[in-house]
Nanobody, 126 residues
Framework: VQLQASGGGLVQAGGSLKLSCEASGRIVRIDRMGWYRQAPGKERELVATITGFSVTDYADSVKGRFTMSRDRAKNTMYLQMNSLKPEDTAVYYC?????????????????????WGEGTQVTVSS
């Protein structure tokens, strides 16, 4: 399973960006998708998650500004970020947790591990 994130960049405060992350592989089901971020000198923190039932949850710092969605058919997650602030500057990582994959033999494998994308830089200038 591989994750490829895109959409980061440089934007002025108050602007918007949309991140995308596509998961590739023999994926049958994804229990939870998430976005995390890590600013310089800080620990990685949760930004938003979306479950298999499309229930979303957000960090308090981004509620009302960020919206997470997913496209099941494409195994792709999105993060629409509006009203960006300089404190949103970080490397954003996409995450998968709880996968069901199918082997070439047709056997299903349930995996409780976490999978991470390489990260995409978001920089918000003041």
């Amino acid at each position: 399973v591989q994750l490829q994130a895109s959409g980061g960049g440089l934007v002025q405060a108050g602007g918007s960006l949309k991140l995308s992350c596509e998961a590739s592989g023999r994926i049958v089901r994804i229990d939870r998708m998430g976005w995390y971020r890590q600013a310089p000198g800080k620990e990685r923190e949760l930004v938003a998650t979306i479950t298999g039932f499309s229930v979303t949850d957000y960090a308090d710092s981004v509620k009302g500004r960020f919206t997470m969605s997913r496209d099941r058919a494409k195994n792709t997650m999105y993060l629409q970020m509006n009203s960006l602030k300089p404190e949103d500057t970080a490397v954003y990582y996409c995450n998968l947790h709880g996968l069901t994959t199918i082997l070439p033999t047709g056997e299903y494998v349930v995996d409780g591990d976490d999978y991470w994308g390489e990260g995409t830089q978001v920089t918000v200038s003041s």
